[in-house]
Nanobody, 123 residues
Framework: QVQLVESGGGSAQAGGSLRLSCAAS????????MGWFRQAPGKEREFVAA????????YATDSVKGRFTISRDNAKNTVYLQMNSLKPEDTAVYYC????????????????WGQGTQVTVSS
């Protein structure tokens, strides 16, 4: 069982930055691909970014490309989401998730989820 705990959420002005962290209990996080998803009020959970086990391959949805960067430090069992140039439409609860094997963009493929962290961007 992999336990994931997100942190780093909060409030920011449009154009500002936040960095989310996702710490895993699993000492061999290297075995898992990791993803970030978000869910705004009244909307479905959507894919944000994903990274493979080594960090060599990353994926991001078009709306965050060039602004958000996913990375991981397997020695620290932690995955990060650096969010720059934030927009009000980025406001959502952000979740990290883990799955064995390759990274995908579908929430249904992920087996383990964190509790989420709120990100609020004001204009």
């Amino acid at each position: 069982q992999v336990q994931l705990v997100e942190s780093g959420g909060g409030s920011a002005q449009a154009g500002g930055s936040l960095r989310l962290s996702c710490a895993a209990s699993e000492r061999t996080l290297i075995r898992y691909a990791m993803g970030w998803f978000r869910q705004a009020p009244g909307k479905e959970r959507e894919f944000v970014a994903a990274i493979n086990w080594s960090g060599g391959s990353t994926y991001a949805t078009d709306s965050v490309k060039g602004r958000f960067t996913i990375s991981r430090d397997n020695a620290k069992n932690t995955v990060y989401l650096q969010m720059n140039s934030l927009k009000p439409e980025d406001t959502a609860v952000y979740y990290c998730a883990a799955r064995a094997f390759r990274a995908t963009m579908s929430a249904h493929d992920y087996d383990y989820w964190g509790q989420g962290t709120q990100v609020t961007v004001s204009s």
